[in-house]
């Protein structure tokens, strides 16, 4: 099956700064990717979706200014947390999908942590 | 009312017995469905993927969807302990953007 990577696994920050996590399609080009946020014992939340070479669709209730999502590739997209907070605190996934192919290869997920 | 119910356990279930889990929908425009499993703090690894009423086997895996009662079960035969996971059901319309069930937390004893 089609592979996605993430990077970093666990991140830990300080309140205020900014940390990156990138999302890489190791065998395939990703016309569209997507991230997801999911806090402890709950489900996949969708933050926004990205086309390659477009801006990011967020969600209802996603602040975009705060959340940063770049697709400059087709095999990577990342998501800028800017002045991050505690609440910010959980677990990060992407997903990915090939053009024609609709299913969602999911990469391992980042925990982010925010003192 | 949620677009996608899951039951969010826990299933405890014996090794070799028969795991049961089910979602129900709401949407009628939902076409594509999905049963992921995602061990704790990893990523969800899609399991079966079928997009009409009926039967789909998999191995030890067989997802069956009903499009008039709009709803969708994953059983899993002859449960190994590595089955141990949470089971997320994933629906969606025409389109990319998946809708993800609260997901079935599932523990197979020894």
């Known amino acids: 099956g089609a592979v996605v990577s993430q990077h970093p696994s666990w991140v830990i920050c300080k309140s205020g700064t900014s940390v990156k996590i990138e999302c890489r399609s190791l065998d395939f080009q990703a016309t569209t990717m997507f991230w997801y946020r999911q806090f402890p014992k709950q489900s996949l939340m969708l933050m926004a979706t990205?086309?390659?070479?477009?801006?990011?669709?967020?969600e209802q209730g996603v602040e975009k200014d705060k959340f940063l999502i770049n697709h400059a590739s087709l095999t990577l997209s990342t998501l800028t947390v800017t002045s991050a907070h505690p609440e910010d605190s959980s677990f990060y996934i992407c997903?990915?999908?090939?053009?024609?192919?609709?299913?969602?290869?999911f990469g391992p997920g980042t925990r982010l942590t925010v003192t | 009312q949620k677009e996608v119910e899951q039951d969010p356990g826990p299933l405890s279930v014996p090794e070799g017995a028969i795991v049961s889990l089910n979602c129900t929908y709401s949407?009628?425009?939902?076409?594509?469905f999905m049963w992921y499993r995602q061990y704790s703090r990893k990523g969800p690894e899609l399991l079966m993927y079928?997009?009409?009423?009926g039967n789909k086997e998999d191995g030890r895996f067989t997802a069956q969807v009903d499009k008039s009662s709009k709803y969708i079960s994953l059983f899993i035969r002859d449960s190994q302990p590595s089955d141990s996971a949470t089971y997320l059901c994933a629906i969606r319309a025409a389109g990319n953007k998946l809708t993800f069930g609260g997901g079935t937390r599932v523990l197979v004893k020894p």
């Open positions: 990205s086309n390659e070479g477009s801006k990011a669709t967020y």
């Open positions: 949407n009628s425009a939902f076409q594509y």
């Open positions: 079928t997009y009409s009423s």
């Open positions: 997903s990915a999908i090939a053009r024609g192919i609709y299913e969602q290869y």
